[in-house]
């Protein structure tokens, strides 16, 4: 029932930060899980990043470690990406999505930002 929206991507050089949003419509419960994936061209849909809406515990993909930080505002009912020492390759559609955390298939999705990231 969570509706999700993105917001925020955008051209951006090689090196430089964005900053992605995600509202849910629907407040998320304190067991759902709120993530980030992203899909490049021609490519699957990669992991990007994770985060259990009531702890707060985090975990990201192997690609992003280091320079991408998930968070959320629990009063906004908001999820952010922010997204450091930007590369070509990071260069995808960026989708938020949502779960409970005893499930296996996340359920809500939203409609996906564009980032591009030149050299």
């Known amino acids: 029932q969570v509706q999700l929206v993105e917001s925020g991507g955008g051209l951006v050089q090689a090196g430089g930060s964005l900053r992605l949003s995600c509202a849910a419509s629907g407040r998320p419960g304190f067991n759902y899980d709120m993530g980030w994936f992203r899909q490049a061209p021609g490519k699957e849909r990669e992991f990007v990043a994770r985060i259990t809406w009531g702890p707060g515990n985090t975990n990201y993909g192997d690609s992003v470690k280091g320079r991408f930080t998930i968070f959320r505002d629990n009063a906004k009912n908001t999820v952010y990406l922010q997204m450091n020492s930007l590369k070509p390759e990071d260069t995808a559609v960026y989708y938020c999505?949502?779960?409970?955390?005893?499930?296996?298939?996340?359920?809500?999705w939203g409609q996906g930002t564009q980032v591009t990231v030149s050299s």
């Open positions: 999505a949502g779960k409970y955390n005893f499930e296996s298939t996340w359920r809500s």
